[in-house]
């Protein structure tokens, strides 16, 4: 056997095929509707008992088997009635009572038929008005054992008594024949009761003499041999297991789709952080250079004119340079640093646009002390100051005052750059607005909603920015 061959290496692909076929499955339940769903699953079970019920499931067999003989068993005669004890013998002394038997004679005018009739049976003795020829055949043939006796009017005494006694006799001589006709017939019915089963255990004494032991007799059979009952029951598990995994495999869909979407989400923040991270890094790295350029530039010719305030100006681009340059790598981690940070960078700068522009700028920095242990994202500051007075203050001949204020506002932090220029959009070098897209890009990949940076009219001329963001007090900051 090869080794691509072998169980072991079979089964990895065995278990990858279930498991696509079972996913293509489950995404197909997914898709239909539950009305689908349930109209599939009557038609299964419809199916499932229409087959059953068809070959190979269904088939009939015919097969020979024997079957014991069972010898039929008597059953038992009842016992017969016990004779009747005879009645005692009355007692010497004492002579039987004779039956009181009254005749009355008809009444004077009465018809010749007019008259009684006696009736001896086992009951006793009836005596009645004689009935007309109907009502006799009637009374004749519903007692059949009965003896009648007809007496005419003129029968006296003795004649009723020797009547009376040759009826009892009668009586008495039919009851003994038919008591001795049933004794006759029970014991003819005992003699062959008892000669049937002699003649049985004379049979069965011979078929066990003859060795064959149970006797029986093959009979021809035809069976129906149901093995397709499981399909229903199947069914109804597969329609069963089917509805669960439409389910639980649409939840498990929808939390995958909402995860992949949640990580492209997080993912397209994340380039766009690095983005506008990198653009800021890459601003903080330029620090401006034409502005760099022409502050050495003016030291330059200041040493030549004005020694001290070539010095001042030099010790002032020194500081920004400090300010500026160590923090690079950690704004770039955090995102975030403290605002007395930021301050640090903006007061140098604004002290050498002030040696550059001399009393044409007059700044103010109102920012509580409370307030710089404060986070606010870095190079925010420093691009509304630049912007305040290149498109500002510098394109104003008088020049004008320039402002930066934080307070609380709302449980928020507030910072503010306000300047007394030209207005926004209203001087020759207007920008293009980029620099304000690209603070509002940041404060919502850092904050959402939760931030915003505002466009106002200062009064009377001029323009305040003001970017608010959520207030977080950074622990060590300034150490």
Do not use: C
Request: glycine share 6%; charged share 25%; net charge neutral.
């Amino acid at each position: 056997m090869s080794p691509a061959s072998t169980p072991d290496n079979r089964w990895p692909a065995i278990k990858e095929g279930a498991l696509q076929a079972f996913h293509r499955y489950a995404n197909w339940l997914v898709s239909i509707s539950w009305k689908r769903f349930v109209l599939l699953a009557a038609l299964l079970l419809i199916i499932t008992a229409i087959t059953q019920s068809l070959p190979p499931f269904r088939f009939t067999v015919s097969e020979t088997v024997e079957e014991p003989i069972e010898l039929p068993e008597l059953p038992e005669l009842p016992e017969p009635p016990k004779p009747e004890k005879p009645a005692k013998a009355p007692k010497a002394q004492e002579p039987p009572k004779e039956p009181v038997i009254r005749i009355e004679k008809p009444q004077p005018g009465a018809s010749a038929s007019d008259g009684v009739d006696i009736s001896i049976d086992e009951r006793g003795i009836r005596i009645r008005p004689r009935a007309p020829a109907a009502a006799s055949a009637a009374s004749s043939a519903s007692s059949s054992e009965s003896i009648t006796i007809d007496l005419p009017n003129s029968a006296t005494k003795e004649i009723v008594q020797e009547a009376i006694e040759d009826a009892r006799r009668a009586v008495q001589d039919a009851a003994e024949a038919r008591r001795e006709a049933q004794q006759d017939a029970e014991e003819a019915g005992r003699e062959a009761q008892q000669m049937a089963r002699e003649a049985i255990a004379e049979a069965r004494r011979a078929i066990r003499e003859a060795g064959i032991g149970n006797p029986t007799r093959k009979v021809q059979r035809n069976r129906v041999v149901h093995w397709g009952d499981f399909l229903t029951d199947l069914a109804l598990i597969w329609i069963i297991a089917s509805a669960i995994i439409k389910i639980t495999y649409k939840g498990r869909m929808q939390a995958e789709v909402k995860a992949a979407q949640a990580t492209e989400t997080a993912e397209a923040e994340s380039l766009k952080r690095q983005v506008v991270e990198a653009r800021m890094a890459a601003m903080q790295a330029q620090v401006e250079p034409h502005f760099l350029f022409n502050t050495l530039a003016s030291i330059d010719h200041l040493i030549e004119t004005d020694p001290p305030r070539a010095s001042t100006m030099q010790k002032n681009l020194i500081a920004l340079l400090r300010a500026s340059m160590p923090t690079m790598r950690e704004a770039n981690a955090s995102g975030v640093r403290d605002l007395g940070r930021e301050l640090a960078v903006i007061k140098p700068y604004l002290e050498i646009l002030k040696v550059r522009m001399e009393e044409r700028l007059s700044t103010e920095i109102d920012v509580p002390e409370g307030l710089q242990s404060a986070e606010f994202p870095p190079m925010m500051i420093q691009g509304l100051v630049e912007n305040a007075i290149k498109h500002g203050l510098e394109p104003k001949a008088e020049g004008g005052h320039l402002r930066v204020k934080a307070e609380i506002l709302h449980g928020k932090l507030a910072v503010s750059v306000a300047d007394t220029g030209l207005g926004f959009g209203k001087a020759a070098t207007a920008g293009t607005g980029v620099g304000l897209a690209n603070i509002r890009e940041r404060l919502q990949l850092l904050y959402g909603h939760k931030a915003q940076v505002a466009v106002t009219e200062n009064q009377p001329w001029g323009t305040v920015v003001t970017i608010t963001v959520p207030y977080k007090p950074i622990e060590g900051a300034g150490t």
